[in-house]
């Protein structure tokens, strides 16, 4: 079945320091979703990203899709403490099942 | 979070009895589901619906059971089938199958 990986699980960065986190499915995406779960919460929907080779912005955000349409990246940019958190992607693969990532905790240190 | 409500937010069973968590939205959409989320580990897809009336397993059916007898409820049971019970549920919508998800606060089951 289709698997969604994300790395990596955990990242602590100082406040200001540049954060990535990469996205692989095991099949091609149709698309992908990306949320963030503050820690107590729910997962809140950020983006959904379409076309192969897209690339979209939120302020700090920048979002990427590969252009096989098999991986996905999220970067911000200059960290705050707001943006700590889990953020997590979601491949819609075939049969339009839509399957989670394991997720990335984001810890900002001031 | 606005236009789905779970409740409750806290629920602790004993071993061996059926529980049965509530999941309401009034956001007017015709797809629902239900995850689980272990620490860890993403959200596992337990059941979903895309319409009323009508329900479909996901990955980690077992143990549980939906009904979908009206399009803004989708209650979840966690039956004693479930080996292992103790985790988050969190309840979704969408205006279609696989369009951006909103999400509810969640409920935290604690079975002992």
């Known amino acids: 079945g289709q698997q969604v990986m994300q790395i990596p699980q955990y990242q602590h960065v100082q406040e200001g320091e540049d954060f990535t986190t990469y996205c692989n499915s095991s099949?091609?995406?149709?698309?992908i979703q990306w949320y963030k779960q503050r820690p107590g919460g729910h997962p809140v929907f950020l983006i959904q990203?379409?076309?192969?080779?897209e690339v979209k912005k939120q302020k700090r955000l920048t979002f990427q899709f590969g252009e096989a349409k098999k991986n996905s990246s999220l970067h911000i940019t200059a960290t705050q403490t707001t943006d700590v958190g889990t953020y997590f992607c979601?491949?819609?693969?075939?049969?339009?099942?839509?399957?989670f990532g394991t997720g990335t905790q984001l810890k900002v240190e001031l | 979070d606005g236009g789905i409500t779970q409740s409750p937010k806290y629920l602790f069973r004993k071993e061996g009895q059926n529980v049965t968590l509530s999941c309401e939205q009034n956001?007017?959409?015709?797809?629902m589901y239900w995850y689980r989320q272990d620490p860890g580990q993403g959200l596992r897809l337990i059941y979903y619906?895309?319409?009323?009336?009508?329900?479909q397993k996901g990955d980690i059916a077992e143990g549980y059971s939906v009904s979908r007898e009206k399009k803004e409820s989708f209650p979840l049971t966690v039956t004693s089938a479930q080996k292992n019970p103790t985790a988050f549920y969190l309840c979704?919508?969408?205006?279609?199958?696989?369009?951006?998800?909103?999400f509810g606060n969640g409920t935290r089951l604690t079975v002992t």
């Open positions: 979704a919508s969408s205006t279609r199958q696989n369009s951006p998800l909103h």
């Open positions: 099949t091609t995406l149709s698309n």
């Open positions: 990203l379409v076309k192969s080779g």
């Open positions: 979601a491949g819609q693969g075939g049969g339009n099942k839509l399957t």
């Open positions: 956001l007017n959409h015709d797809a």
């Open positions: 619906s895309q319409i009323v009336n009508d329900f």
